[in-house]
């Protein structure tokens, strides 16, 4: 390969980018036209209720154990964080305060759409990959079977729908594990802690995280079933479409959640 030229680097680079671009602008129309065939397939699918209430159960019921853990740790961080940043100005008896808006607004949904990333988004690319790659999807479609009230409008709508469920546990969970790790390693009353939790609580700081979950929920389930369902090249080609989808969901995530805040915050 011919070594690029000082000269010619600024356009390589414009060339790169201006690629990339297109390539982001290109996915984002077609995960578009995807959603909405998605949405006119929704009647077919609402007769096929069963499939939406195991879809349901797979990603709500069976992702339970990693909220658990991964909200314990949400509610940790956010006292560590609270005592390095905070704890030499402000008493720690204010703990509750700065967690609920930290956690119920932003640290909550967006850390726990991130971990539901890595395994419901790539869990549905991998699924349906390895389905399209098998050449099931393919037979479905020679039967006169639409795959999308099947296969995919049931796994998009559990996503929206059982999502701001997990993001509720989250904050239930972080909220007693921050309580009792603030007991234990400060000595923090918990009366205190739930007191001081009123001080700025408002009920639109939970609505904006049960929004925010709604949304970051369609995303991943969104993302994870049209890069699995548009999977070539075999193995490799899973493996592809999974990377494609947790990458996707994740800058979803990121950006949304700026849009949202901008909105209702």
Known sequence: MKPLSLAAVPNEIARSFGAASRYAVEDFGAIC???????????????????????????????????????????????????????????????????????????????????????????????????????????MICLSLDPYPYLLTPRILAGFLMTPVLIVFTFFFSTISAQVLAWAAFDLNPHTFYNSMRLMFKSRDIVIGIVKGFVFGGGIALAGCY?????????????????????????????TNVIINLILM
């Open 33 to 139: 036209l995807f959603f909405l065939r998605s949405v006119h397939s929704l009647p077919a699918s609402a007769k096929k209720y069963h499939l939406i209430f195991e879809q349901m159960m797979r990603i709500g019921v069976g992702s339970m154990s990693i909220v658990f853990l991964a909200a314990t740790f949400i509610g940790g961080l956010s006292v560590f964080q609270y005592k390095a940043l905070a704890g030499s100005t402000i008493p720690m008896s204010y703990l509750g305060m700065g967690f609920a808006k930290a956690v119920f607004t932003d640290l909550g949904p967006v850390l726990m759409a991130l971990v539901l990333t890595g395994r419901i988004g790539a869990k549905l690319a991998a699924e349906l990959g390895t389905m399209k790659v098998t050449e099931q999807i393919d037979a």
């Open 227 to 255: 890069y699995g369902y548009l999977t070539r090249g075999g193995a490799i080609g899973v493996g592809e479409a999974t990377k494609k989808a947790v990458v996707a969901a994740s800058i979803l995530i990121l950006v």
